[in-house]
């Protein structure tokens, strides 16, 4: 069977540097932070105080009232705007197209955690009289962003989330990736969305250990590969990235960013939250996505790393890199955008493969910045991007997202030449 080509023709973004596209590529190549004390509530008591959180955006401006915007969950308002705006960016909002073949793919790795946590403290505050809103379970569930995006345009095609913690979005994006290349659905409304900003969320992942308390210093705090790093920064918002096949969009004369050429999927089978210590899982993950993509290691120029700035997650992603890449690796651009971004958590991987579909169309690598202190086991020769964007010829850009169980996601995207 022949596989069908596959690519990006329209994108999205609700994000802790910008709610559009063009805001978000323009501050995360100009080495902004997104991180700041925390405003979603009092968070004086809890371990971290700060947060990446999305800011200035009002659900209201995507919906028709507030009524509308009142039964759904904020990783809803998040997901649905930043499908919005791919779809619109695509054309894939008019006339004349078969939505039977249309889908939607999502991913989230929580879901309502807000609305969960308002349901249950509301629950716990009474008198044990059960008085639940009747949209709790349809605002929570973690699917329900991809069927809100079906309706709002009418998309009949594959709907359905995936749920692999940090690697949601990067799963749904190679799910959405295979069924158009296999000829089921011409395009797929991809990406993923996450809003845990939120007693639960931080002191959560506070209980975890795996979060930066750097309450002194938040815009510095999300410090990949650095000496000092002490867990990463928590972020939130949507990503949505349009795939569609090649030839579909090269009828309808739609814009392409780039093509999608593979996808990889492994898990390190070692632990529920710290990765394997020599990179096992992200090496077999690398591995196979250059597989897919019947690539060598030497066509990727640049690599958007998990890179959390956790102290055991940064070293063994780059010990897997330079097992898959060799000597290659020192060749390539390789940067952690959660610096500044955070970590969204299921929406990560549709963030980071966004940043990576922009690098590979402008030929500009975004930077990793809050590098301050030399970690000795990180290898110095490794091009790591550090404090600027850069300027080069991206070929082929590669994205990693892993999630808690030991979930691990690559893609790859490729510069489309026609």
């Not at 505050?125 to 809103?133: I, L, S, V």
């Not at 964007?389 to 850009?397: F, M, S, Y």
């Amino acid at each position: 069977m022949q596989l069908k080509r596959v690519v990006v023709t329209g994108l999205g973004a609700i994000s802790p540097l910008g709610n559009s596209v063009e805001e978000f590529w323009k501050n995360l190549t100009g080495g902004q932070s997104g991180a700041a004390m925390i405003t979603r509530f009092d968070a004086a008591k809890f371990k971290t105080q700060f947060a990446c959180e999305v800011k200035g955006f009002n659900p209201e401006e995507y919906f028709e009232n507030r009524k509308e915007v009142r039964k759904l969950d904020p990783f809803c308002h998040f997901g649905i705007a930043a499908a919005t705006q791919a779809v619109k960016d695509s054309g894939l909002d008019g006339p004349g197209f078969d939505t039977d073949r249309i889908g939607v793919i999502w991913g989230s790795g929580i879901g309502g955690l807000q609305t969960f946590q308002e349901e249950c403290f509301a629950f716990a505050k009474g008198d044990g009289t059960p008085r639940f809103n009747p949209f709790f379970i349809p605002k929570m569930i973690a699917d329900i962003c991809s069927g809100h995006i079906s309706m709002r345009y009418g998309f009949r095609g594959p709907n359905f989330t995936t749920v692999s913690a940090c690697a949601s979005s990067t799963n749904a994006l190679v799910d959405a990736f295979n069924y158009i290349r296999l000829g089921k659905a011409i395009a797929i409304v991809s990406g993923g969305s996450e809003a845990a900003i939120n007693p639960a969320g931080i002191g959560g992942f506070n209980a975890c250990q795996a979060m930066s308390t750097r309450n002194d210093d938040p815009q510095t705090a999300s410090r990949p590969f650095d000496k000092d790093r002490d867990g990463f920064v928590l972020g939130e918002g949507g990503g949505a990235i349009i795939l569609e096949e090649y030839e579909h969009a090269k009828a309808r004369g739609a814009k392409i960013y780039a093509e999608m050429v593979g996808g990889g999927l492994s898990a390190d089978a070692h632990h529920i939250t710290a990765p394997h210590p020599e990179g096992l899982g992200a090496k077999n993950v690398m591995n196979y996505a250059l597989q897919d993509a019947e690539m060598s290691a030497g066509e990727i120029d640049y690599i958007n790393v998990h890179g959390t700035s956790t102290p055991l997650g940064d070293v063994a992603e780059l010990k897997a890199i330079k097992a898959v890449f060799g000597e290659h690796a020192y060749s390539m651009n390789i940067s952690s955008t959660k610096s500044m971004t955070g970590h969204l958590l299921g929406a990560a991987g549709a963030i980071e493969a966004m940043a990576t579909i922009l690098a590979v169309k402008h030929d500009l690598v975004p930077p990793t910045i809050n590098h301050f202190t030399d970690d000795p086991d990180i290898d110095p020769k490794l091009n790591l991007t550090f404090h600027k964007a850069q300027q080069r010829t991206v070929r082929a850009g590669l994205s990693n997202t892993f999630g808690f169980g030991g979930h691990n996601a690559s893609v790859i995207f490729r510069k489309y030449n026609g």
